[in-house]
Structures are given as structure tokens and as C-alpha cells.
């Protein structure tokens, strides 16, 4: 993510894309002053031959087409999408800040999604003025392809939290609130779906140091694991060697203290830090919107909201048995080639949590997403 995106050869040809049109774009399928028409018709009667004709709304009516992956204008600087405001995009080029608007084909190349940018995207731009020492302006002209993505669905449609990302870093707390295991397993299987690289932080360790057996059942299948405590300096240090270097993002429920940590990890940061409700048990928002922080041991890390619970229509039921890694080696043994592990005779992974192989508590956050999630991934 920290590098800025090279150069494409300026020879090469653009591909023509078939996009929608923005609703407000579209015609009306039918003039709609017949009944207008007909008063003013003596008796009202319609002239001999008048008829009303219905237009098929087609692709040629509903679609336009623009050119994408063109020559590259050398005119146009590449950065890195670190916050979104309204309208408005910051984009850190590696030198500065520029608080850039984004083009309205780029909107409509990106319609689909439920924001064009997201926190982590690279960018192409064009600038415009100076209008400060810290902050510039420009024009958002291309985006670049995605990797590494965290995402869920908000509504019908599909939120990116924070694109480009290496790893993601899973906190939760002991106590206050209170850890919860199934919540770390949904921000798992959201990772391993897009090929990013999950860690387990269990944070606030003065709290309940015997919740770290949680840990246990993630560091036997060889993810990365750690505990810190934000007030004490615990494990910060194993932190900050963790994100040297690497795009990251930080993630968790309301109140585990990911600002605290962050503010540990760098000192001067400054993040709003919030207090967990003494009624609920539950943490208060503090960081509303995701923002993308470079890091002076190199790279970036994106500080999330914090969730109370994760949606992951972007993954299939199908796709579990993959996600869930130490369920992988044992498919091929179940009877039944369509086995999907939750009812089913002779099922391998069923044995296993028996025989004590697999935890059953990573079995049940298995059944409880396959009876949620639907049949193919939402896009």
C-alpha cells in the first residue's frame, strides 16, 4: 500500500466497458401527457391514428459506454485513499495531503458499489491548486484494482471497510466487554475469503488474564496471536514489530481499545479513546468512520469503527468449509460428497469435534454462519 502505482505503458490500447446509468441519467419510458392530451381533444376523443408506444428499456437505453485502462496521462499523480469525508477523498500521495473530489465516471464505472473509494484504495489524480501548506486539491481520475479486501454488506449492498490490505488485526478484549469467540471467527472467515492474513490480539489482559486460553484454539492452527494491554504496555511492542512494514487494518468490537493500542503503538497519535457503558457492558463509538494511518515504523494501519456484530452475506455457505481451515484436511472423508457438516451421517468433521480434533466451539460458530449465510456469495 505504500507504494505509490507505477506507470502504465502509454501505447496501450483502452478496453470500452458497457456501465449503467445513473438513475437521474435515464429517459422516461413513455411521454406521460396523454391524459393532457385528451382534454384538449373535442369530446374527448383522441386523433384517428394517435397511439401510445411503450419503450423497451434495453442495454442501448440504459447503458452507455466509457473507455478504462487507457494510456496513463502523465499529468496525473498515484496516492492512497486515507480517509473519506462526504464527498470529499484524502489521498496521501507520500509527500502531502490532497482533499480530492472524484470524477463522475469514475461514480458510474463503480456504481454497483455502495461508495466508489474505500479507505486503502490507490488513486490516480489530477491536481488542481494549493489552497494550504497542509492540504492540497485534485480530481480522483482512476482507481486502482483492489486486493486484500474488508467488507461486508450493509443493506443490499456491498461496503468495502478498507481495501489493500496484508493482514488484519482481530482485537478483542478479556473483560469489558467480554470476548467473544464467535465474532472473532466471522472476522476469520471474512479474511481468509479475501486472502488476507488474520491476527488475534486479546487486549486489556489486566482485566482477566485466564480468558487467554481463548487464544489456544487459534494458535494450535497457526494463526498469529498476541496479548497486550493498552494501560500497562503488554505486548506493544510485539504490535508495533507485527505492523513494521505492512498494510494493515485493525478491527473489533466497540470498546476493546483499538484506538488505545494504536495510541501505544505510536505515541502522539492522539485518538479519541471512548469508555465502555457501565449499564451495558457494551463499548461506546469513537472512531466513526475508517481513517488510514501512516505508521513511522513504515506502512499503514486502518483504524475501524468498532462492530457489534459482523454481517458476511459476501461469503457463501459453500465457501465455509474451506474458511474454516482445520475443517479442509477431513472433507474428502465424509460420506456424502455434498456433506454439509451440521446434520449429515458419517461426517468426518462431526467425528472430529467428538474425538476432540476440531473445538466445538469453532464447530458451532461453523453451523451458526452456514444457517445464516446464503447458498452463493453476494457480489
Not at 485518538?271 to 501512516?294: P, Y
Amino acid at each position: 500500500m505504500a507504494d505509490q502505482p507505477e506507470s502504465n505503458d502509454a501505447a496501450r490500447p483502452g478496453r470500452k466497458v458497457r456501465v449503467d446509468f445513473r438513475r437521474n441519467r435515464t429517459q422516461p419510458p413513455r411521454t406521460k401527457d396523454w391524459t393532457r392530451r385528451a382534454l384538449e381533444v373535442e369530446d374527448h376523443e383522441l386523433d384517428e391514428g394517435a397511439e401510445e408506444r411503450v419503450l423497451a428499456k434495453g442495454d442501448l437505453s440504459r447503458r452507455r459506454t466509457i473507455i478504462v485502462d487507457g494510456p496513463q496521462d502523465t499529468s496525473l499523480a498515484g496516492g492512497v485513499v486515507i480517509a473519506l469525508r462526504g464527498q470529499f477523498s484524502e489521498v496521501d500521495d507520500g509527500r502531502r495531503v490532497w482533499m480530492c473530489t472524484v470524477r463522475r465516471v469514475v461514480r458510474t464505472l463503480f456504481s454497483k458499489r455502495r461508495h466508489p473509494l474505500a479507505v486503502g484504495d490507490r488513486v490516480l489524480f489530477r491536481p488542481i491548486e494549493a489552497t494550504g501548506e497542509d492540504h492540497s486539491e485534485g480530481v480522483i481520475e482512476a482507481v486502482e484494482p483492489r486486493r486484500g479486501e474488508l467488507k461486508r454488506r450493509v443493506k443490499r449492498r456491498i461496503h468495502t471497510i478498507v481495501a489493500n490490505v496484508d493482514q488484519v488485526i482481530i482485537v478483542s478484549a478479556t473483560d469489558q466487554p467480554p470476548v467473544k469467540p464467535h465474532l472473532i471467527d466471522r472476522y476469520v472467515v471474512s479474511a481468509a475469503a479475501d486472502d488476507v492474513a488474520p491476527a488475534i490480539c486479546l487486549n486489556k489482559m489486566d482485566l482477566a488474564p485466564e480468558a487467554e486460553a481463548v487464544l489456544e484454539r487459534y494458535r494450535v492452527l497457526g494463526y498469529e496471536t498476541l496479548t497486550t494491554c493498552a494501560l500497562s504496555g503488554e505486548g506493544v511492542d510485539r504490535l508495533r514489530e507485527l505492523l513494521a512494514g505492512r498494510a494493515s487494518a485493525i478491527v473489533g468490537q466497540s470498546g476493546v481499545g483499538k484506538s488505545a493500542l494504536l495510541n501505544a503503538v505510536q505515541p502522539g497519535l492522539g485518538l479519541r479513546v471512548g469508555e465502555v457503558s457501565q449499564d451495558t457492558g457494551k463499548g461506546r463509538h469513537t472512531t466513526t468512520t475508517a481513517t488510514l494511518i501512516r505508521l513511522e515504523v513504515g506502512g499503514y494501519i486502518a483504524d475501524t469503527p468498532g462492530v457489534r456484530s459482523f454481517d458476511l452475506s459476501t461469503v457463501g455457505r459453500h465457501d465455509l468449509e474451506r474458511l474454516f481451515i482445520e475443517f479442509a484436511p477431513l472433507v474428502e472423508h465424509c460420506k456424502f460428497p455434498d456433506c454439509s457438516h451440521t446434520h449429515e451421517g458419517q461426517c468426518a468433521i462431526k467425528a472430529a469435534v467428538e474425538g476432540g480434533t476440531i473445538h466445538p466451539e469453532r464447530y458451532e460458530s461453523y453451523v451458526r454462519l452456514y444457517q445464516e449465510l446464503p447458498e452463493t456469495a453476494l457480489r
